[in-house]
Structure formats: structure tokens, C-alpha cells
């Protein structure tokens, strides 16, 4: 089997020869290299200087034979053209990066944070109000289209893949939260709809737009919405709110994606899922990752309610870490083997190693993971 024949009879549930350690962008787990300071916390503890994988594309190839994992393939190129963007400058002030945009929004975050696993502080939002939409709007929407000739030899470079494709449909709820703020974006839930409806109805122009003609061209093996919907015990919005604001995006992505003959239809959110598989399913959505293990999720439960429904992820990334040596068999065999006996189920850590990481856990980590699923990929040692 190649990649996309065993990604894909995992996802239907058939037995594949063997089942591949798959994470996606954003969400990898242990497929996907890590951030700069991890890896060289990996190099510091014995992973050999010759391991590439600090999320460039270049690197992530010797990330993935040495630990024998993989992923997708993604778009490197977009239909729209012309996007004004927003300007910004950037400033040093008391040993933080001061980030500011034309839009009103301010950020703080640690000095070289792309490097680091912290989190920013996002002092201002951009979207406060219909005037501050309006004007974020206008500088985030492309103004013109790739020409037709130029999108055709583009698409063709996809046409002899042998990885899974995924195409990123775009986002509801998850991008309202990040242009205003939780606390915004949930007021406005009820405050002023209307506003929230525009916002989700100019992500459906977009998705109508710049990437109908892709999927309906490339027929990718996946199609992404990122979400990030969940706190730690609930949805960050009520069920209601969900089927009323967001469920007709959804579905019109599904409709599209299996006109396409799309098989993984997934979501990308953090925190607890338990309301929202249901909620995806409802809408012809049939996975979600990275199913993280601190957000209350019981996929083992589910897997009886959903018998179906694809599952990526699920298992705890602080294993990994120096001092938790002895949780990584217990938390793999405790999840891993009875899903994967049921089928579509793709194991891997709920998300990005941590700098506390230390190489002879992962190795240990990864060592269990590839025996439960008869992957003999990689050249780590095991143990």
C-alpha cells in the first residue's frame, strides 16, 4: 500500500497492512517535527543533530523517516489574489514584543515566540464592532482571482499524489473568536447576531469562491474546517448556538465534499469534543482531531455512540515528558488497542511535543505506538 491507499482504509474502516502514525498541521503530535527550543531539549537528551523538523518543509522530511510518521499534503498556493493585509509595527518593551495593527489590535508575547510554546496575550482585538469588521473585512479579502491557466497548472502538480490530500475549507465560530476575543464573540452570540452572521456568512463567500473550484478539481482525500470550539469540559458556545450560527456552513461543506467524493471530512478543535461530535455528524462531518486527553474526552466512549466516526490524536502529549516515563505504556495501551481493532482510529499525542520532552521517552513513546499498530516505519531506536 502507499500512503493515501492506507490512510484511506483506515478511514473506512478496513485493515490496512499496517496503520500510520498521521497527524496534521497545526495539531501534529509526534508526526510533525516540533518548535525549535523542543528540539533541541530532543538533541540535548541523545536525538541525533542530523533530525530535522522545526515545522519548515524542508526539514520535516528527515523528521518523519527517523520516527516513522506522516501526514497530509497541503496547498502551497491560493485561488485569491490581491489581499490589501493589514499593516503592523512591532516594538521591544519591557523584554516582550509589542505588536500593533492598522486594525486597533494590540498583542504581547515573549521575545522570538514562534520558537517557544507560549501563548500571546492579545491585549486588543481587531473586530470590536460592525465599523472595526468592516474595515478588518476590506483588508483580508482578496480582490481578484487566480486566472484560470495559472490555477490549472497548479492543480496538476496534485494529480499524481501519493499522500493524502487535505484542503483547508476555513473556519465559524473559531475565526468570530479570534477577530474579537471569547469574551467579544460570545456577547455578540446574543448582543448582535446579525454581526456574527456576517462574519461567518463572508468565511462561506470565501470557501463559495476560492475553494469550491479546488476541491471540486483536486478531489482531495480530506477536507478541514479549524474550529478550535471546545473549553476544557463544554463547547466555548451552547449546541443551539452552534446549529443556529455555524451548522449551515458546515453542511454546505459536507454537501461539496462529497460531491467531490471526499472520504475525511474533519475538524480541528481543542478541548472537550464530547458535544460536538454529535453536533458534526449531524452536519455530514465524520472526524475530528487532536481529541485531546485533558479536555474530558472519552473516546472510547464515543467510539460505542459513533461507531463511524473517525477518530485522529487522543493520546496525552505530557507522557513524553521528563518524569512521565511511566505513563506512556498505560495511556496507549488503555486507548489505542481496542480502537484500533474497530478501525478509524489514526493514534498519536493530542498535540505538539512540549520543551520538557526528553528523546529516550519519545523513543519509548514512539516504540509502543508503532508496535500497537504494526507500523514498522522509522529509524529511532527502540526500546
Known amino acids: 500500500m502507499n500512503d493515501i491507499e492506507r490512510f484511506l482504509a483506515v478511514a473506512r474502516f478496513e485493515k ?5 502514525i498521521f497527524g496534521f498541521p ?3 503530535g509526534m508526526s510533525g517535527g516540533c518548535m525549535r527550543f523542543t528540539r ?13 523538523g522545526t515545522g519548515k518543509y524542508t526539514e520535516l522530511g528527515s523528521w518523519c523517516r527517523y520516527w516513522g510518521t506522516t501526514g497530509p499534503i497541503t496547498l502551497d498556493f491560493s485561488m485569491g489574489r490581491d489581499v490589501p493585509g493589514i499593516k ?6 519591557n523584554g516582550f514584543e509589542i505588536i500593533e495593527e492598522e486594525t486597533g489590535a494590540i498583542t504581547r508575547q515573549v521575545i522570538d515566540n514562534d520558537s517557544t510554546y507560549s501563548m500571546p496575550a492579545f491585549l486588543r482585538y481587531p473586530v470590536r464592532d460592525r465599523q472595526s469588521w468592516e474595515f478588518f473585512k476590506s483588508r483580508v479579502t482578496p480582490t481578484a482571482i487566480m486566472p484560470r491557466e495559472e490555477q490549472e497548472a497548479h492543480c496538476r502538480r496534485f494529480d499524481r499524489r501519493d499522500k493524502p490530500l487535505a484542503i483547508d475549507a476555513g473556519s465559524t465560530y473559531g475565526y468570530v473568536r479570534s477577530w474579537m476575543g471569547v469574551e467579544a464573540a460570545s456577547l455578540a452570540l446574543y448582543d448582535d447576531p446579525d454581526l456574527v452572521r456576517d462574519m461567518i456568512a463572508s468565511t462561506l463567500a470565501h470557501f463559495e469562491t476560492y475553494v469550491v473550484p479546488l476541491i ?11 474550529e478550535d470550539i471546545g473549553f476544557n469540559v463544554g463547547l466555548l458556545i451552547s449546541p443551539d448556538h452552534f446549529r443556529k450560527f455555524c451548522a449551515p456552513f458546515y453542511r454546505r461543506v459536507a454537501e461539496v465534499a462529497k460531491g467531490a467524493g471526499v472520504t475525511v471530512l474533519a475538524v480541528d478543535s481543542d478541548g472537550c469534543a464530547m458535544e460536538l461530535v454529535p453536533l458534526l455528524a449531524d452536519c455530514g462531518f465524520n472526524a475530528l482531531y487532536p481529541f485531546e486527553a485533558k479536555g474530558k474526552n472519552d473516546i472510547v466512549a464515543l467510539r460505542e455512540r459513533y461507531p463511524k466516526f473517525i477518530f485522529f490524536g487522543g493520546l496525552e502529549k505530557e507522557v513524553v515528558n521528563e518524569g512521565n516515563e511511566a505513563m506512556i505504556v498505560p495511556e496507549i495501551m488503555s486507548k489505542a488497542p ?12 493530542d498535540h505538539g511535543i512540549q520543551p520538557m520532552v526528553t528523546f529516550p521517552n519519545l523513543c519509548k513513546f514512539m516504540t509502543v505506538l508503532h508496535e500497537v499498530c504494526r507500523n514498522p516505519e522509522g529509524e529511532f531506536p527502540r526500546g
Open 16 to 20: 490496512p497492512d499496517y496503520v500510520p
Open 26 to 28: 497545526g495539531a501534529p
Open 88 to 93: 503592523a509595527t512591532r516594538r521591544i518593551e
Open 216 to 226: 471540486e478539481r483536486l478531489r482531495p482525500e480530506v477536507v478541514t474546517v479549524w
Open 338 to 349: 481496542p480502537l484500533l481493532e474497530q478501525g478509524g482510529y489514526y493514534p498519536n499525542g
Open 40 to 52: 533541541d531539549r530532543l538533541f540535548a537528551t541523545g536525538m541525533p543533530g542530523t533530525v530535522g
